[in-house]
């Protein structure tokens, strides 16, 4: 049975700190591969920033291509309306019933796991992996397999901060994202 990570957002842009949580999940558990799954409308946030579907897609590939262990899980994006994880689960599972899912997620979301949609039924489908996230509690009731990565205080608030104010984002985001960034003129850029 294969062994799949998936790391889900809105990767609005993606960011260092996604790459790294993936890489140290993938070693740690010895996965086959790690899937980054942007989300259409994530239930928790509202503003999308004027970055089209397509354009945060082509970032995620940007940010993935150099790893073979990384891929691109557009699932989401093409079902389309609010991504619900149970809902997303349930179909990937029915999709590919010979994979085991791993359902990544960081410390922010640990701490706001009771209020997921369909939680128990959810915790059925997958085997959620945490990675702390500076300045969260990361704890839970719910079962949850956590892995000690470095952590890195950075978000995709921040970036979009710094692109808009034309502050360095050097190390931040990998090149060809940041160069996609300022050729489509996201943020601000």
């Known amino acids: 049975m294969k062994k799949i990570g998936l790391l889900g957002g809105t990767f609005n842009p993606p960011h260092m700190g996604h790459l790294m949580m993936a890489n140290e999940v993938f070693h740690a558990l010895q996965l086959d591969e790690v899937r980054f799954m942007p989300n259409a409308l994530p239930p928790h946030k509202e503003k999308r920033h004027d970055v089209s579907d397509t354009q945060r897609l082509a970032m995620v590939q940007h940010a993935i291509q150099p790893y073979a262990h990384f891929s691109l899980e557009s699932y989401e994006v093409e079902k389309g309306g609010v991504s619900y994880s149970y809902d997303t689960l349930s179909a990937l599972c029915a999709r590919e019933p010979d ?89 601000g850029a």
Do not use: C, N
């Open 99 to 187: 994979v085991e899912f791993y359902f990544i997620i960081g410390g922010d979301m640990i701490d706001s796991l009771h209020t997921w949609y369909r939680i128990e039924d959810l915790l059925a489908l997958v085997k959620f992996v945490g990675v702390k996230r500076p300045q969260t509690v990361a704890m839970t009731a719910y079962p949850i397999i956590m892995v000690d990565a470095p952590q890195i205080d950075l978000s995709s608030t921040l970036l979009r901060e710094r692109f808009a104010t034309h502050s360095t984002v050097t190390f931040l985001v990998p090149e060809t994202v940041e160069a996609f960034i300022r050729q489509e003129g996201l943020y």
